[in-house]
């Protein structure tokens, strides 16, 4: 059974950083590709980022630029560190593991921009 466990969020001030890391067990994490959703109150989950089992990334238009994900296989951890935050930003982030029969999520970590 995959386990996917969100942290690093937290408030930052607009123009902020943060680190976000998704630590996944129970998975051959290698194979899979990963990715970053965000959910805002009132508002669907919207892709932020994700990342291919070889490393390539992919980036929602809003977040080119200043968010970089990356993923270090040995430690089974997938990161998105985001740079120059915007109150836009703020949402509950989500990890989501793409496997071949079925997708598997964490639980959220929020992240608050604002002054």
């Known amino acids: 059974q995959v386990q996917l466990v969100e942290s690093g969020g937290g408030l930052v001030q607009p123009g902020g950083s943060l680190r976000l890391s998704c630590a996944a067990s129970?998975?051959?994490?290698?194979?899979?590709?990963m990715g970053w959703y965000r959910q805002a109150p009132g508002n669907q989950r919207d892709l932020v980022a994700r990342?291919?089992?070889?490393?390539?990334?992919n980036y929602a238009d809003s977040v080119k630029g200043r968010f970089t994900i990356s993923r270090d296989n040995a430690k089974n951890t997938v990161y998105l560190e985001m740079n120059s935050l915007k109150p836009e930003d703020t949402a509950v982030y989500y990890c989501r593991l793409s496997a071949s029969t079925r997708d598997y999520w964490g639980q959220g970590t929020q992240v608050t921009v604002s002054s």
């Open positions: 129970g998975s051959i994490f290698n194979l899979y590709p």
């Open positions: 990342i291919s089992s070889g490393g390539k990334p």
